[in-house]
């Protein structure tokens, strides 16, 4: 979500009326636990998550802590901002954090609503990137996009082809569904790294053996601080990554949900509240 400061509370500091925010999966933390202390915010036990510890943004305004809020640096519009404090930081700090090589060889499986920024950010923090979609068709976005390679899921198999090119040290797996895992974890180089953003129900088997012997690394990453996120929108105004977004008008909050449930956008919608009364 994106908007501007309407109102501040009594005792907010740093924060003003006509600020630019952004606010994501990540709605506050309490502040004194182990993780608030260590920086650690989105793993605090008492964390709040817009839309389900309070009234999410579905709306003409939302009211947050202040502490969750990520300030939108000038050269980016607020819908472009609005995937930012989830998808985009979420993406950006599973690559950045990441232990790999200066230049190292990132893989984004998938080039939906995720993916299409990990490709994006993969180039743009220059790396060789490989974009890995299902169809042939989506080569020539996913280049567009910053991809210097792409396998094509439906015609080869991902794991195979990513050692074909030397093995990847970096996987972000962006799918909602584990089940390609075992053979794309075949793809990984020595010491690599697959790291999944995207959220199954379903459980993942991996041969501890292949772990074992290639140091390989299999992890989560759910997304990132508010401080993180205005790292995320900065180097996006310096690089030029922009979310792929579909408008709809708050209105159309139920059609939008609909189109979800069928699949039917390829990267992000963004609900203006504009006009939207």
């Known amino acids: 979500m994106a908007g501007v400061v309407a109102e501040t509370g009594e005792r907010v500091e740093g924060w003003a009326v ?12 309490c502040g004194h636990c ?43 519009d607020l819908v472009d901002a609005a995937p930012f404090g989830c998808a985009g930081v979420t993406t950006f700090n599973s690559i950045r954090k990441a232990r790999i090589r200066a230049g190292g060889r990132v893989a984004a499986f998938g080039i939906g609503g995720l993916g299409h920024l990990a ?22 976005l996913a280049r567009e996009l910053g991809a ?30 584990t089940a390609p895992l075992d053979e794309l974890l075949t793809g990984l180089g020595v010491h690599g790294q697959l790291t999944l953003v995207g959220v199954d129900t379903g459980s993942v088997t991996v041969p501890a053996a292949r772990l074992v012997m290639n140091g390989h690394t299999l992890s989560g990453h759910l997304t990132g601080s508010p ?27 139920g059609e939008a949900v609909t189109r979800l449930r069928a699949g039917a956008p390829r990267f992000r919608i963004v609900l203006d509240t504009v006009d939207s009364q």
Do not use: N
């Open 227 to 253: 401080r993180e996120t205005e790292e995320a929108m900065a180097f996006a105004v310096t690089t030029g990554v922009r979310p792929m977004i579909e408008r709809m008008p708050l209105k159309k909050a």
């Open 119 to 140: 490709v994006q950010f993969a180039a743009k923090l220059g790396h060789e990137t490989v974009a890995i979609a299902r169809g042939g068709d989506r080569e020539q």
């Open 148 to 177: 210097h390679h792409y396998i094509d899921s439906q015609a080869q198999v991902p794991g195979a082809a990513l050692r074909e090119l030397g093995g990847a040290d970096l996987i972000v797996y962006t799918a909602s569904s």
């Open 18 to 29: 006509g600020d630019r925010v952004a606010i994501g999966w990540f709605g506050g933390s």
């Open 34 to 76: 182990a993780h608030c202390r260590a920086g650690d915010v989105v793993h605090c036990p008492e964390r709040k998550i817009p839309g389900l510890s309070y009234p999410g943004g579905w709306a003409q305004s939302i009211t947050v802590p202040a502490d969750a809020l990520a300030r939108v640096p000038d050269g980016l």
